[in-house]
């Protein structure tokens, strides 16, 4: 196997498929939930296109929940969650006009025809949304989530005045689009953060997502938000032909879309539109980071399909980052939640697709020798997908020879601990978990909205509180006396009150949420929900050997190796008792059970479903309280139908009790 011009082994293949599920979910992670992305959309794509690569070379590696069969997921426990009626996918990217090409090959190959219409379109950057309208009016708004089931935004969804709160049209519909934040919207919020002292938002995306979930509706009404329709989901009857006939539809009924689309017959028409925006999207008044160019006949996108994330029919051409040139100053290090290294370059300011760029990653050691960087020297930076600052050359024909060789630190930056870096491993690490930068990391981690989501623990406070030696572990922030910080200058009575208050709330967090929070490596949020459901208790998990997490669905033995190494640090053990003696919930309680729409039914799927994988439908049943069987027993209640669903359906229907449904009611059972 050739991988990067090198022959991979069997043993450095699998190695390498852990580390990318692992950095994969990371910035899946930073992207959806954080809103504050350390990479770009195209280096995103890379990665995955990598793990890809392996995966299909080395299908026996592949992991159960791998993020090559899921889009990301935007889900968090401040709101409920709801299932799409027709799923949400991500659009495919291509980065030249080549991979355009490639695409339409592959859409005129699978139609036995070239003869095709496209519609082309800016891409918006900002958040999707799907809007479901019952009786003209609007019910609710939902995230797009992880494709399957999204966060319910309704009340905030509803200040956008973008947004019709009722429409002439009486069948029930899901209208799909983009939420965004202009730029001047963006430029007058971040000087009120920084004037009350906060962080500013990292661009008009990352700031949109934030509004969007902000706790109080008010809140979200003051930051005037926009929002652009392009599509639908559900319908109740087959009544469009063609995407261009959605659009006029929807820009009909009252909705906000975007003026600037065109018909396109050829890949020549689709280039040129595309060139013609590239150097305008700066002059518009909100940010586009591409163009999607889809297949117009509705006939021709369901007889195209789709992968299990992405529309066969449909793909986002991403436009070049602007290049800048810039000096580089001096090469400073970070230190992650892990202990990971890693070098930021500190340049001087310039100013580059729209905003003043100082900061830079390099990634790691390796990186920095590829590029073969001096400090000192002159380097063309990009601003990779308009977001992500990135040095992606050095100019040597500029140095004057005043430069100097990088040397990378043998230390931690922080505790002067000696670092560490494994065989097969690009990044150094600090080994040493009571650091006070990893232990600033894993307590925003703890606290973070997907975590224990406690409101006002953020970075600065974080930092403050462990600098001051107030706080060393998750524990200690049960046991602080928070009037201590009245005393200290930007510590107003209120906001301390509220910390208390958003702390003590936070001993209510689910255990699910609780087992995500303290950390466990390789375990996300699936996978802590997974084991909560499984194990039930943080008591019978810690007894857990690795062959019986193995039998777990979608547990693999690295995961179930990491769970069982944590237990048994004896550091890790205590901090759980006395997590779990400060109140903190390590089991499920039976009331959770009750509410469960699927608690005790066990179902069996066969068939193709018509809108969701069976994996998808799966997951859903599970997070309903649904138990999934494999084969056709008197155990089961409810076999879930689609086309062609082979033997089990006779089987089945021979037992005589179980009840055959289709997957719409399935969803309906969900729901009632």
Not at 10 to 16: F, L, Q, V, W
Not at 492 to 500: A, M, P, T
Not at 514 to 543: D, M
Request: some cysteine; charged content about 30%; overall charge positive.
């Amino acid at each position: 196997m050739i991988h990067n011009g090198l022959i991979m082994n069997k043993s450095k293949a699998k190695i390498r498929i852990e580390e990318l599920n692992e950095l994969i979910n990371y910035h899946n992670y930073l992207y959806y939930v954080k809103n504050q992305p350390e990479i770009s959309d195209y280096e995103f794509d890379q990665l995955m296109r990598e793990l890809q690569e392996l995966e299909k070379t080395r299908p026996e590696y592949a992991l159960p929940d791998s993020p090559t069969q899921r889009v990301g997921s935007d889900l968090t426990n401040k709101f409920l969650s709801i299932p799409h009626l027709v799923p949400m996918q991500s659009l495919s990217n291509a980065y030249s006009f080549k991979e355009l090409d490639d695409f339409l090959q592959r859409v005129h190959k699978g139609l036995g025809t070239s003869a095709l219409k496209y519609v082309v379109e800016q891409k918006i950057d900002g958040v999707s949304i799907n809007l479901l309208y019952e009786n003209g009016v609007l019910k609710q708004a939902l995230t797009r989530g992880d494709g399957t089931v999204g966060d319910d935004i309704t009340q905030n969804a509803k200040t956008i005045r973008d947004i019709p709160l009722s429409i002439k049209y009486k069948k029930r519909i899901e209208v799909r689009g983009e939420i965004y934040l202009s730029r001047n919207e963006f430029t007058k919020l971040n000087e009120q953060r920084q004037k009350a002292g906060n962080e500013p938002f990292a661009n008009p995306r990352n700031a949109a997502a934030g509004s969007i979930k902000l706790k109080y509706s008010k809140d979200t009404a003051e930051r005037h938000l926009n929002a652009l329709l392009y599509g639908i989901g559900f319908t109740e009857e087959n009544e469009f032909s063609s995407h261009y006939e959605i659009l006029q539809f929807l820009k009909n009924k009252g909705f906000k879309t975007n003026l600037n689309i065109k018909k396109c017959k050829s890949l020549e028409e689709i280039k040129s539109f595309c060139n013609e925006w590239e150097p305008k999207r700066f002059d518009l008044p909100f940010d586009i980071d591409g163009m999607v160019i889809k297949v117009d006949l509705l006939d021709f996108q369901k007889r195209l399909g789709s992968t299990a994330k992405s529309p066969r029919w449909a793909i986002a051409y991403k436009f070049k980052a602007e290049e800048a040139i810039t000096k580089l100053n001096k090469i400073e290090f970070q230190v992650g939640r892990t202990g990971a290294i890693t070098p930021v370059a500190r340049l001087t300011p310039i100013r580059v697709a729209g905003s003043i760029v100082s900061n830079a990653t390099l990634h790691n050691e390796d990186e920095i020798k590829r590029l073969q960087l001096k400090i000192g020297d002159y380097v063309k930076l990009v601003k990779s997908g308009d977001i992500i600052p990135k040095i992606i050359e050095v100019l040597p024909e500029k140095r004057d020879g005043s430069e100097k060789d990088f040397e990378m630190i043998k230390k931690c930056p922080v505790c002067h601990t000696k670092l560490v870096r494994k065989e097969d491993e690009a990044i150094w690490r600090c080994p040493n978990i009571s650091c006070p930068a990893q232990i600033k990391r894993t307590l925003e981690h703890f606290a973070s909205r997907d975590a224990m989501d406690i409101e006002g623990l953020g970075t600065s406070v974080i930092a403050f509180l462990v600098d001051k030696n107030f706080i060393k572990d998750f524990a200690d922030l049960y046991k602080f006396d928070y009037v201590i910080l009245k005393s200290y200058e930007g510590f107003e009575e209120k906001s301390v009150q509220n910390l208390r208050n958003a702390i003590e709330e936070s001993k209510s967090i689910p255990f699910s949420k609780v087992l995500y929070a303290i950390g466990i490596r390789y375990v996300g949020v699936k996978t802590a929900r997974i084991l909560a459901e499984y194990f039930t208790s943080i008591k019978n998990l810690r007894k857990a050997t690795v062959e019986e997490l193995t039998d777990v669905p979608e547990i693999g033995e690295k995961i179930a190796q990491s769970i069982v190494e944590y237990f048994n640090n004896e550091k890790n053990a205590k901090l759980i008792d006395e997590l779990q003696a400060l109140g903190l919930q390590f089991q499920i309680k039976r009331e959770e059970k009750k509410e469960k729409k699927l608690d005790g039914l066990k179902f069996v799927i066969t068939g193709t479903l018509p809108n969701y994988s069976r994996n998808e439908l799966k997951e859903l049943i599970i997070l309903n309280g649904g138990e999934i069987l494999s084969a056709i027993s008197k155990n089961v209640n409810y076999l879930v139908l689609g086309e062609n669903p082979g033997s089990k359906l006779e089987k089945a229907k021979k037992i005589g009790t179980i009840k055959i449904i289709s997957e719409a009611e399935v969803l309906e059972m969900m729901k009632s």
